[in-house]
């Protein structure tokens, strides 16, 4: 039987289609199948690989190949409990995650988890100003968020490293397609496992995607040798990395 159709991006461009994934994925039961249709008609020059790297990102298990003809790509997708990204262009500063908790891919906001101290302490850096909602530091402060890996787990060492490394490579490219004028890791310890084992929390030598990189501790409660006030530090520092790209 053929999977339920959903088009997306016709007349618009395809830097467009994360949030447009977002939104789908919000609206669709978890285990959901469907073929989409990413038609960006508006310059064009993308193709299969983006548009998997676009579904990945939104939160859905790609299904077989994809499918390419007159300017648009077809995709079969599973619908994950997982949680999308919130990016588009003109990002001041990307937060990029280990993996989405239980409580942030039913709720549909990053670090959400009862103790997760993130909200908070980039709400005492003046990054955001609206609690919780990832939508409104997307667009009126130019925060965007990501994960490592769209599998949803309770604790981030429930995720094998190799599923790390393969995040890191697809979050790379976003950076290098987006451009934010910076990005902050937040869990020193999974960037010691992508991409330096020697690191410190602060700015980085390596970038992703060209993009300048600042390394901060995990916001977990399970992180007591943080306090709230150094993890402000940390978001206010890496603000002003941004600023100064």
Known sequence: MPLPHHQLGAGRTDTDLPL????LHAGLD?????????????????????????VVGA?????????????????????????????????????VGLNPSPAS????????????????????AGVVTVDRDPHHALAHHGLGMTDLVRRTTARADEVAPDEFREGFARVERLCAWLR???????????????????????VQDRTLGGVPVYVM??????????????LTGHLRAAGELADGA
């Open 217 to 230: 501790p995990h916001t977990s409660g399970l992180n007591a040798h943080s306090r709230l006030e150094d």
């Open 59 to 95: 939160g859905f298990v790609v299904l077989g190949e994809t499918r390419t003809g007159n300017n648009a790509v077809e995709v079969d997708v599973e619908r994950q409990r997982s949680l999308p990204d919130t990016v588009a262009p003109g990002m001041r500063l990307l937060v």
């Open 30 to 54: 978890v285990g959901t199948r469907a073929t989409l249709r990413l038609e960006p008609l508006i310059g064009g020059g993308w193709g299969p690989d983006r548009a998997a790297d676009l």
């Open 105 to 124: 891919a039913d709720s549909g906001v990053g670090y959400h988890r009862p103790g997760n101290r993130f909200w908070p302490a980039v709400l005492a």
């Open 180 to 202: 934010p004028l910076a990005a902050c890791f937040v869990g020193l310890g999974g960037w010691r496992v992508v991409a330096d084992r020697h690191a410190v929390a602060g």
């Open 20 to 23: 447009l994934l977002a939104g």
